[in-house]
């Protein structure tokens, strides 16, 4: 059974950085296009990053610059690195894995909640 758990949230101050880290397991992690996503208090999915088979990466325009994802194949470990957190980066994070850019997505992981706040 295909399963995603995140890890590595916590509440920081705006400024700061985080590391998540998505467990994969129970399907082959380097032929699955694995996305993060996220849900703010009061607000609907907003897609983070996704990085492709081969290694491109993608980020939406909040987030370029700051963040980074990256996989460890060996591992079969997804991460997302966040530097410079604002308050609006606050968030509930979601991981995924996909067939493509444009998804559809399969498997979600059950969430770790980031919260930015001095």
């Known amino acids: 059974q295909v399963q995603l758990v995140e890890s590595g949230g916590g509440l920081v101050q705006p400024g700061g950085s985080l590391r998540l880290s998505c467990a994969a397991s129970?399907?082959?992690?380097?032929?699955?296009?694995m996305y993060w996503v996220r849900q703010a208090p009061g607000k609907g999915l907003e897609w983070v990053s996704t990085?492709?088979?081969?290694?491109?990466?993608y980020y939406a325009e909040s987030v370029k610059g700051r963040f980074t994802i990256s996989g460890d194949n060996a591992t079969t470990t997804l991460y997302l690195q966040m530097n410079s957190l604002k308050s609006d980066d606050t968030a509930v994070y979601y991981c995924a894995n996909g067939p493509s850019q444009v998804g559809p997505f399969g498997s979600w992981g059950q969430g770790t909640q980031v919260t930015v706040s001095s």
């Open positions: 129970g399907f082959i992690f380097s032929t699955y296009w």
């Open positions: 990085i492709s088979t081969d290694g491109r990466t």
